[in-house]
């Protein structure tokens, strides 16, 4: 039975995350299918930010490191992030890049597991996993490799020099996802550590890191979190191996006594050695506002309308889109899937820019990828409806073969 768009609006009606769509700020006129990439704009962060500016700077000046308590933001945000990825409070910290975090727990793994030389990793990665990996072996010329392979093929591959096994838990360009617990089993059985990026997955899809006994994870502020463009990321650190971690990054923050100024490093005792310089405080303040719409938002929920949406828009793409040469590339088993939709065309660049330029926001992804996320926050179930509908037209009017559509930006 083909879907029908009253049975979306019948949906949107019965949807407990419907008013949670209101403590965001959506242009009119666009349909907004890349908050994978960049999350939408609260509500209430500009009032949060400018409070920071005004009040807490302008007035409270030097004195806001204490009296605004600026100074513990990083763990205070970190131990709300927690909570959306079943941390235990205190493994947690905002800090720095998702890039740096992954070259800070990559290295510290590294030296905990000396005599083994590999890193292991999914050939088709985010490529800054893989190239912050590369830089990193050849910083420490101690001959470790850096082995990929692919989805199905990790298992099998972690072996006895298997330092760490260094995975993406939502692939970017399929959506397909990895099973968190077989895999972190697999790699601890053969003696390997096991650090998860979870850029695709906080604020997105259910995770319980305690449960699964991770070791590392790093994830990324600006994505499900709605923590704005460049947002700081956060990691985390297994409590058991919080003490045992050495970071290469050694900086004042995460010296035990910073402000005793001493001479020579020691290390902060928990999470805290994991911080390396001075919080970028407004930042913090605006992925703060972020965090606290997805604590308040049930995880269960969200995950339950992702499955639903995702589902719906690729039966919605198949249903409307025959016969234009879309190919589904993201699982069509929803549990193997995170939260995002992604069609392969030959000319997906040229698609997408003439959907944006229809008010369907989702981005491209070389070489031929159609990348559609999905927000449960923020997505109502019509929506997906009319970007069926004008998807179809863009394939059947052909306007995407305008030369306007074919000049690839910077960002894409
Ligand atoms: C978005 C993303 C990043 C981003 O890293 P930055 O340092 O924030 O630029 C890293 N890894 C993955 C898997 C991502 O999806």
Not at 269 to 293: F, H, Y
Not at 388 to 393: D, F, K, S
Request: charged share 20%.
């Amino acid at each position: 039975m083909p879907i029908t768009r009253d049975e979306l609006l019948a949906l949107d009606a019965a949807d407990p995350l419907a008013p949670m769509r209101a403590r965001f700020t959506l242009p009119d006129g666009v349909i907004y299918l890349d908050g994978n990439s960049l999350g939408a704009l609260p509500r209430a962060t500009a009032a949060r930010v400018a409070e920071v500016v005004t009040r807490q700077w302008g007035q409270g000046l030097i004195r806001s490191w204490n009296d605004a308590d600026w100074i513990d933001m990083p763990n205070r945000v970190g131990d709300k992030i927690a909570r959306i990825i079943g941390a235990a409070p205190a493994s947690v910290m905002v800090a720095d890049s998702t890039s740096v975090n992954l070259f800070k727990l990559l290295s510290a793994a590294l030296k905990l597991r000396p005599g083994r030389m590999t890193i292991l990793s999914e050939a088709g990665n985010f490529p800054t996993d893989l190239y912050i990996a590369e830089g990193l072996r050849d910083l420490l010329e101690q001959g470790h490799r850096l082995e990929t392979a692919t989805h199905d093929e990790i298992m099998a591959r972690i072996g006895d020099d298997t330092a760490v096994v260094m995975l993406t838990h939502v692939n970017y360009h399929t959506g397909r996802m990895f099973d968190m617990a077989a895999i972190t089993r697999a790699a601890h059985a053969k003696g390997a550590l096991m650090l998860w990026d979870l850029a695709h997955s906080a604020g997105a899809v259910p995770v319980d890191l305690a449960a699964r006994d991770v070791d590392f994870a790093v994830g990324c502020g600006y994505k499900y979190l709605n923590g704005g463009p460049g947002a700081p990321a956060f990691l985390y650190v297994a409590p058991r191996l919080q003490q045992s971690a050495c970071f290469p990054i050694t900086g004042w923050l995460g010296h035990a006594a910073p402000f005793a100024f001493e001479p020579g490093y020691r290390p902060a005792s928990g999470i805290q050695r994991a911080q390396v310089g001075t919080p970028p405080v407004i930042s913090l303040s605006a992925l703060d506002v972020g965090v606290d719409l997805a604590l308040e938002a049930d995880m269960a929920a969200i995950r339950h309308k992702s499955v639903q949406q995702t589902t719906i828009f690729a039966e919605l793409v198949a249903q409307q889109c025959v016969g234009h040469g879309l190919r589904l590339v993201s699982p069509t088993e929803a549990a193997q899937r995170g939260s995002q939709v992604c069609l392969a065309h030959p000319n997906a660049y040229a698609i997408m820019q003439a959907l944006i330029a229809r008010g369907v926001i989702g981005d491209f992804r070389a070489p031929d990828v159609l990348r559609f996320g999905i927000t449960p926050m923020y997505l109502r179930y019509v929506e997906l409806w009319e970007a069926a509908v004008i998807l179809r037209e863009v394939m059947e009017s052909e306007v995407w073969r305008d030369a306007k559509f074919m000049n690839r930006q910077k960002v894409t």
